[in-house]
């Protein structure tokens, strides 16, 4: 997602603590998704941040506004929605591992942390409706009943090849 959208000029910010700046901007961000909803290619993100000086650094915080789509965990069906990320990460001139982000000269690169906020708080397992019960609920019940099978429905053909598992005792 390499934009110069997201590169935040910071010297004028740095100059005095406690100096806030808002940045509401909308940015295209491709590749964005995991293996259950993304964001489609081509889509706006709603940026709406504020940057803080503070010692040795500056505060980003603010939220992610984003439009995703996935497929349902039950049915199979196209789902959609808005994913609200909510932002607050520490850009440091000495950055900790893991903990803060590097601010490297006058600017601060908003982009890994625009990234890592939208892929988090995608959903992991989407629902088109709370209530949905799969493809066909009738035709394919998720609880087997014995008093509903048909008995016109041959039992499936075993695999020859665990046929001498049937010969095991193991005892009581």
Request: hydrophobic share 45%; net charge negative; with cysteine.
């Amino acid at each position: 997602m390499k934009t110069r959208d997201l590169a935040e000029h910071v010297t004028e910010l740095r100059r005095r603590l406690g100096t806030r700046r808002s940045i509401r901007r909308t940015v295209v961000a491709p590749g964005l998704e995991l293996s259950t909803a993304a964001v489609p290619d081509g889509t706006d993100i709603e940026l709406d941040l504020v940057l803080e000086s503070i010692f040795e650094g500056v505060v980003v915080s603010g939220q992610i506004i984003a439009p995703w789509r996935g497929e349902c965990r039950r049915c199979l069906g196209a789902v959609e929605g808005v994913v609200v990320a909510d932002l607050r990460e520490i850009f440091e001139v000495t950055p900790t591992e893991g903990e803060t982000w590097p601010l490297t000269g006058d600017e601060i690169d908003l982009e890994p942390i625009v990234r890592d906020a939208v892929l988090l708080a995608l959903p992991l397992a989407p629902l088109c409706d709370e209530a949905c019960r799969g493809p066909a609920p009738e035709a394919f019940p998720a609880v087997a009943d014995d008093a509903v099978a048909d008995a016109s429905v041959a039992p499936p053909v075993r695999d020859p090849r665990w046929a001498a598992l049937d010969d095991l005792d193991l005892g009581d």
